[in-house]
């Protein structure tokens, strides 16, 4: 069959079950495609050769070509993904054109996907190609915020890109949707100088806490979200913020390698959950437990103490 949809789960996650559900849903809407089970954890080889680094995490195939992918157990977007997917293999194979003018429009997206993409051979924290890897070191040296799309994970964007942006090599750096060149024309734009002026620059890590911290008048960072914990300690500190019917929003801390290490120094604050309230570190999971056992939880929770 045309369309394959292999989910990558584990066991011990109830997320994953919820989406096995959602799956055999979808199964019996759009019979064309084939569902795939397949235990992450079972197949070292297979998850690691596709980057899977969580559960669940969906991939999508059509005539044996790796089209798509959904990381996280996001209801909604599998089945719009599905559909989507399910309804382009039932075009017939002579539209041709329409397929063409489809891609050109998901290229255009990715390429607009970030002020600054990086088509790659790998990812930054793994390039493989040596061009690959001296464009992530020129950017990362310069500071320069990007976003990175590994052409090995989709054949059709790898080939469709060439055509698209009439560049035939990797790495290709794009910024606000323009072409800016491959590696040669990055190494002559940082030789002129010219590199800093083109390129967005990262925003500071201190900068980027500080607004996460205030996102919300209520923050915790955790393992996990509000209806997944990924913790025994998040667990309970969402049990004591849920009874006290405050409003509340997390960030997952599992998600972001940078946040995780850099908020401990930032609050000096050696483990999580991390619990703030209007900018301002309250503690962690034994503080808020002593808060609720006073009575003091909620008129902290509220700014009121």
């Not at 690691?48 to 070509?65: A, D, H, R, W």
């Not at 493989?128 to 950017?139: A, P």
């Not at 002026?197 to 500071?204: D, E, F, H, Y």
Request: charged share 25%; hydrophobic share 40%; aromatic share 8%.
């Amino acid at each position: 069959r045309s369309v394959v949809v292999v989910h990558f789960w584990a066991p011990w996650a109830p997320q994953c079950a919820q989406m096995n559900e959602v799956m055999e849903a979808l199964a019996k809407e759009h019979v064309q495609v084939t569902f795939v089970k397949l235990e992450a954890e079972a197949v070292p080889e297979v998850s690691e050769k596709y980057g899977i680094s969580s559960v669940p995490t969906f991939l999508f195939f059509k005539n044996s070509q790796k089209v798509d992918r959904l990381d996280g157990a996001h209801a909604p977007e599998l089945t719009k993904k599905v559909q989507r997917h399910a309804s382009s293999a039932s075009v017939s194979a002579g539209s041709n054109d329409s397929t063409k003018e489809d891609l050109n429009v998901r290229l255009k997206k990715l390429i607009n996907a970030a002020p600054c993409m990086l088509f790659m051979k790998g990812s930054p924290k793994e390039p493989r190609c040596g061009f690959s890897k001296q464009m992530v070191e020129i950017l990362n040296k310069h500071g320069i915020s990007f976003s990175s799309f590994d052409i090995f994970s989709d054949e059709e964007v790898r080939q469709g890109l060439k055509t698209y942006s009439n560049w035939p090599t990797y790495p290709q750096l794009y910024v606000a949707g323009e072409l800016i060149g491959g590696l040669d024309i990055v190494k002559e734009l940082e030789a002129s100088g010219e590199l800093d002026t083109v390129c967005p620059k990262a925003q500071k890590l201190e900068d980027r806490l500080k607004i996460l911290i205030n996102k919300a008048p209520v923050m915790l960072f955790m393992k996990g979200s509000k209806q997944v914990a990924k913790c025994g300690f998040s667990k309970q500190i969402i049990e004591i913020l849920n009874n006290t019917g405050v409003d509340y929003e997390t960030f997952d801390i599992l998600e972001d390698e940078e946040v995780r290490q850099g908020l401990k120094t930032y609050s000096n604050w050696p483990t999580y959950p991390q619990l703030y309230v209007k900018g301002e570190l309250v503690g962690g999971l034994d503080i808020v437990k002593e808060l609720k056992e006073s009575g003091e939880l909620l008129p902290v929770l509220k700014g009121e103490n």
